[in-house]
C-alpha cells in the first residue's frame, strides 16, 4: 500500500512538472530547469553519504570500539539479505539515527550517542531494522527522484518570476492588462508550494513503510513503537542543530523541538506511526 502511495505521489509530481513546465516555461525552458535539477541532484545521490555523515561529524567505528552496536547492525543486516553497512556513531546527546548511501552497496548506519544512553537493547534495534528497511527499499534512490522533479519545479518558477518582471511571458495584451502577469506570478509562487507538499507526502509514506518493514525484520514491533515513544520525548528536549535539508533521513524528525505543522512535516504523525506498530503485533 505505501509502495502505490509513493508511485502515484511521484506520478503526481511528475504531472505536475509537466504542466508547469508547459505553462510557465515551455519545452525549452522544461528541458533546461529538469537537467540542472538532474545535474544537483545526482551530485547529492552519489555523494550524499559522504557530505550527511562529515555534516554531523559522525566517526565510523569497529567491532572493537562499539562491538554492541556493530553486532545488532550485522544481525539485522543479515536477516534483511543486505551487505554489511558502515556504522558510524554522531557525537551529539540528541537520540536520534539514520541510514544513508546510494544502494546497499555503499550504504551506513549512523546513530547519535543520545540514542545508544537512551534504548534498550531491543529498542534499538528496532531502530536499527528501521534504518536497514529505508536501505532495502531504497528510499534514498526514491527521495532523490522526488528531489530531482520538486527541484526542477521551483526552478521554472524562478524562470516564470524573472520572466515576469522582465515581461518576457505573456502577450502584449495580457501584460497591459496585468491580468497575465498576475495569474503568471500566483502560478510561480504555488507551484514549487504543491512541489513540496507532495515532496514531504513521499517522505511520510517511505517512513510508514520503512516501520512496517523494519518491525518485520526484527520480528518485534513493539519494542521499534517504544523507541519511537523515547524518541519523540527525546528529540523535544533535546533537538538536533541538524540542517532542514537533511532532516527526512532521520528516524525521528530532529527538529521536532521547533513548531511544525503536519502538512509541512517530513515525518508522520508519532501517534500514528505507533498506533500502525500495534496493529501489527495484534494481526501476526
Known amino acids: 500500500m505505501n509502495g502505490m502511495k509513493t508511485a502515484a505521489l511521484l506520478a503526481a509530481l511528475t504531472v505536475l512538472f509537466v504542466f508547469i513546465g508547459s505553462l510557465l516555461g515551455g ?3 522544461m528541458i533546461i530547469a529538469f537537467a540542472f535539477a538532474v545535474i544537483m541532484n545526482f551530485v547529492s545521490y552519489w555523494f550524499s553519504d559522504k557530505i550527511v555523515l562529515r555534516m554531523y ?3 565510523e567505528v569497529s567491532e572493537a570500539e562499539a562491538p554492541s552496536l556493530v553486532q545488532l547492525v550485522r544481525m539485522n543486516a543479515q536477516r534483511a539479505g543486505l551487505p554489511m553497512p558502515r556504522v558510524y556513531i554522531i557525537p551529539s546527546g540528541s537520540p536520534n539515527a539514520f541510514a544513508t548511501g546510494r544502494n546497499p552497496q555503499h550504504a551506513a548506519v549512523a546513530v547519535t550517542e543520545g540514542i545508544l544512553d537512551l534504548l534498550t537493547q531491543d529498542e534499538l534495534e528496532g531502530v536499527l531494522s528501521h534504518e536497514l528497511a529505508h536501505v532495502k527499499n531504497r528510499d534514498i534512490l526514491t527521495s532523490t527522484i522526488a528531489a530531482t522533479i520538486a527541484g526542477a519545479i521551483t526552478m521554472l518558477a524562478h524562470m516564470a518570476q524573472w520572466g ?3 515581461g518576457g511571458y505573456g502577450n502584449r495584451d495580457d501584460r497591459n492588462s496585468g491580468g497575465g502577469l498576475i495569474g503568471l506570478l500566483a502560478m510561480a509562487i504555488l507551484a514549487p ?3 513540496m507538499l507532495i515532496q514531504m507526502a513521499i517522505s511520510r509514506s517511505r ?3 520503512a516501520d ?3 518491525a518485520q525484520m ?11 515513544r523515547k524518541l519523540h520525548t527525546g528529540t523535544q528536549r533535546r533537538p538536533l542543530e541538524a540542517n532542514p535539508a537533511t532532516a527526512h533521513m532521520f528516524i525521528m524528525n530532529p527538529l521536532s523541538g521547533q513548531s511544525f505543522a503536519t502538512l509541512f512535516s517530513t515525518h508522520p504523525p508519532i501517534e500514528e506511526r ?3 506498530l500495534e496493529h501489527l503485533t495484534y494481526a501476526r
Not at 218 to 225: E, H, M, Q, S, T
Request: proline share 3%; hydrophobic share 55%; with cysteine.
Open 27 to 29: 519545452q525549452q525552458g
Open 57 to 59: 561529524g559522525a566517526k
Open 164 to 166: 515576469a518582471m522582465f
Open 193 to 195: 508550494l504543491a512541489a
Open 207 to 209: 517512513e510508514y513503510a
Open 212 to 214: 512496517a518493514t523494519g
Open 218 to 228: 526484527c520480528g518485534k514491533p513493539l519494542a521499534l513503537a517504544s523507541a519511537l
Open 274 to 276: 505507533i498506533a500502525r
